[in-house]
């Protein structure tokens, strides 16, 4: 150092005081993008409260009864396991178009298998669920390894389990009398459970199990960690010691798996197993719509799985609300693109809290 | 005479038509900071990834603590005590400085909901994590909590080397640690080299920052054209020879050039 001006030695009068966050500037609304920033699960959760508020008022006790609210979760509870899939791919960054068209092959399988081969039902459910998990393993190697765009992989794919499916199922519907006389089990998550008034299908109970043990494998595990980090910067990730490869495989297989629960749900929600299910051709969208109104960010690695739950449920109150008040089914469609611009645009908001 | 604890022999790797190392030897001292110096396109990153795991060279050995190694990636290297700090951070800007420390190594808890439920430690983490900035002096870190896109860059920069320390046993490399800091900044980060180096962890250090690696460093590695031109010493050479050697503007003698060998 003995030629250099030691410029540094200018600094050292300077005030020695660290940076101290004072809040002044932040106020309630500064406040408030924080909580988000923190939480983001809380917007899809305020808005679900008053949307349950404004259709109670709106219609009474109609809407405002243990039948008609938990009426919301039955017909949620297949977008709402789908979202759960879909929330886990969003969060590494990636989307899934197949999940829908997926579930509706596994329902398929399990159906065929049953009354095809003849095998056992338990059987035959096993089969759909490692089918799911074996095309989710598939989309997964091709993002992980091929470093494909997860766009176009599920893009791809979603055609051809579509196709797959029709081909393999000669176009045939199973009805749901033989199912009931022949393979109860496949039914099994139809079963209903009536406590004064309130139904809940072993389906519903299934999707919210779901979430929350997502939602505690995500906050609490090394695993969940690990999806974040993946999401959020996978070559940082990378660097600083996860297993990118690992994580996103695990994360695939296990949509590929949750497909197939949502298919085994399907079949508990309409009895029958048909190949033309509207889920496999609307399944990723509406999927997407609840992740999105959940607060999850399209770019990957904010946001939680709860919210995805908040967001389905959301949709599925405007729908039912809409319905008994008697409003046109297209304002139910309006008002949740609507909710859609709004949710990314908070989304924007929260994140200039680093700015 | 002591053993080099890191040490290159021969590294060769190429991109297409560009060999980026060219038979390429290096050695880091026990106890020493090495800076490693060069122009832009000299190579240095791709020498230090080689050693750091991040990229495997076509040719030429490694030689940790006197045992030859071959690391597939930056895990491996971790695991064998090497902790690099990136000069992008490799930090994960929407998790918690606890978080981030522990990526890739996290603790679980005791007992069944650790084995059984992969329950994550989170209060020890936390401790741990505070405990290293405590004695690397960083605690104007108020929340271990917060996400490190909410620290300014010096704080990043410092929770990337308290990582570093607390887990890196044999050797550091840090990838221009005060490129994107302030004056204060940077005297901060410069100490907590210092800090590093005085618990006898060896360090190699790669920066643009003249002063800085004069200050720092014991011995200088001189990086041109995919090879080790020199090594000088800092006390015997002065920037500006340093500049000359590293730019081709001056030739190292036979001598300058064989005082290479420890």
Known sequence: MSNSDNYEAAASGASTEVASFADTKKGFVGQFQHALHVNPAIVPLIVLVAAIIIFGLLLGSRFFSPFALTLILQQVQIVGVLAAAQALIILTAGIDLSVGALAVLCTVVMGQFTFRYGLPAPVAVAAGLAVGTAIGAVNGWLVSRMKL??????????????????????????????IEAEAAFLQFLGTKINISGAIFTLGVVLMIGLVFGLAYALRSTAWGRHVYAVGDDPEAAELAGVNVHKTLMSV??????????????????????????????IGNIQSITAVVIGGISLFGGRGSIIGAFFGALIVGV??????????DPQW???????????AVTVDQWIRKVTA | ???????????????????ALDNCDFELMPGEILAVIGDNGAGKSTLIKALSGAVIPDAGTVELDGKPVKFQSPIDAREAGIETVYQTLAMSPALSIADNMFMGREI??????????????????ERIAREKLNDLGLMTIQNINQAVETLSGGQRQGVAVARAAAFGSKVIILDEPTAALGVKESRKVLELIQDVKSRGIPIILISHNMPHVFELADRIHVHRLGKRLCVVDPKKYSMSDAVAFMTGAKEPTQAEAEAVAV
């Not at chain 1, 081909?167 to 199973?174: A, F, V």
């Not at chain 1, 405007?318 to 409003?327: I, P, Y």
Request: hydrophobic share 45%; proline share 3%.
């Open chain 1, 252 to 281: 695939y297989m296990l949509v590929g798996f949750i497909c197939g629960l949502a298919a085994w749900v399907m079949i508990g929600r309409y009895g029958s197993v048909s190949p033309s299910a509207t889920t496999g051709v």
């Open chain 1, 149 to 178: 765009p997860p766009f176009i992989v599920t893009l791809g794919m979603w055609q051809i389990v579509l196709a797959a499916n029709y081909l393999y199922s000669n176009n045939e519907t199973i009805r749901s009398q033989d």
């Open chain 2, 1 to 19: 005479m002591t053993q080099p604890i890191l040490k290159g022999r021969n590294l060769t790797k190429r991109y297409g038509k560009v060999t």
């Open chain 1, 332 to 342: 139910t469609y309006l008002l949740i693109g609507v909710l859609i611009i709004a």
């Open chain 2, 108 to 125: 679980r808890q005791k007992g069944l909901m650790g084995q059984l439920f992969k329950r994550l430690d989170k209060k020890e983490m």
């Open chain 1, 318 to 327: 405007f729908e039912l609300g809409l319905r008994m008040a008697g409003a």
